[in-house]
């Protein structure tokens, strides 16, 4: 059995920073894919970001391109690395484990998530 808990949510201004945490325990297979996921109150769960463990590709949301950046490390840890923080990132962020990266869009494709972390950007 995974287990998934999230840290590092808070409050920021827009056009600040913060680092999401993921520590997974039991044994994640080095096929499966991480990714992370945001949702609000009465919208979908949208997927923001995912990596491949066994090969570190990583995919990324349109929004979040080019300032989210995910990674791991050795010790079953998932980092989500935002920059430039906007108002509409405001949301509860999920991580999540899946059995493969080819739909890591499809919350429906994840075997385990985490409780989440709230995120709050103020403008």
């Known amino acids: 059995q995974v287990q998934l808990v999230e840290s590092g949510g808070g409050s920021v201004q827009a056009g600040g920073s913060l680092r999401l945490s993921c520590a997974a325990s039991?044994?994640?297979?080095?096929?499966?894919?991480m990714g992370w996921f945001r949702q609000i109150p009465g919208k979908e769960r949208e997927g923001v970001a995912a990596?491949?463990?066994?090969?570190?590709?990583t995919y990324y949301a349109n929004s979040v391109k080019g300032r989210f950046t995910i990674s791991q490390d050795n010790a079953n840890t998932l980092y989500l690395q935002m920059n430039s923080l906007k108002p509409e990132d405001t949301a509860v962020y999920y991580c999540a484990a899946a059995p493969l990266c080819s739909t890591w869009l499809n919350p429906d494709k994840y075997r385990y998530w985490g409780q989440g972390t709230q995120v709050t950007v103020s403008s």
């Open positions: 990596i491949y463990i066994g090969g570190g590709y």
């Open positions: 039991g044994y994640i297979y080095s096929t499966y894919c």
